[in-house]
């Protein structure tokens, strides 16, 4: 079993930054992808960005120039630096990993249980 702790979020006003953690615990071997993910009320969850281990990184395009995903594999954690936030950028933002237990084994999808970001106009 694997544990996603996300960390970080609060209330920042229009144009501020946050920088937002989740850190994986447990049976890991590898983590071969994570991802950020938010949910506003009454909608439902949207990606924000994705990073593949060894592949590559991708955004929404609402996040795109003022969002930033990176990883520290060592601490099994993912970041997501976020700057010039906006209003419509309130959500729960949920991190998630795809996570291999052991060696040549199948994979698994985790989620963290979420983080409030507020902007405030």
């Known amino acids: 079993q694997v544990q996603l702790v996300e960390s970080g979020g609060g209330l920042v006003q229009a144009g501020g930054s946050l920088r937002l953690s989740c850190a994986a615990s447990?049976?890991?071997?590898?983590?071969?992808?994570w991802g950020w993910y938010r949910q506003a009320p009454g909608k439902q969850r949207e990606l924000v960005a994705t990073?593949?281990?060894?592949?590559?990184?991708n955004y929404a395009d609402s996040a795109k120039g003022r969002f930033t995903i990176s990883t520290d594999n060592a601490r099994n954690t993912v970041y997501l630096e976020m700057n010039s936030l906006k209003p419509e950028d309130t959500a729960v933002y949920y991190c998630?990993?795809?996570?291999?237990?052991?060696?040549?084994?199948?994979?698994?999808?985790?989620w963290g249980v979420g983080t409030q970001v507020t902007v405030s106009s």
């Open positions: 447990g049976s890991i071997f590898r983590i071969n992808a």
């Open positions: 990073f593949t281990t060894g592949t590559s990184t």
């Open positions: 998630n990993a795809v996570v291999s237990p052991s060696l040549g084994g199948p994979s698994y999808v985790y």
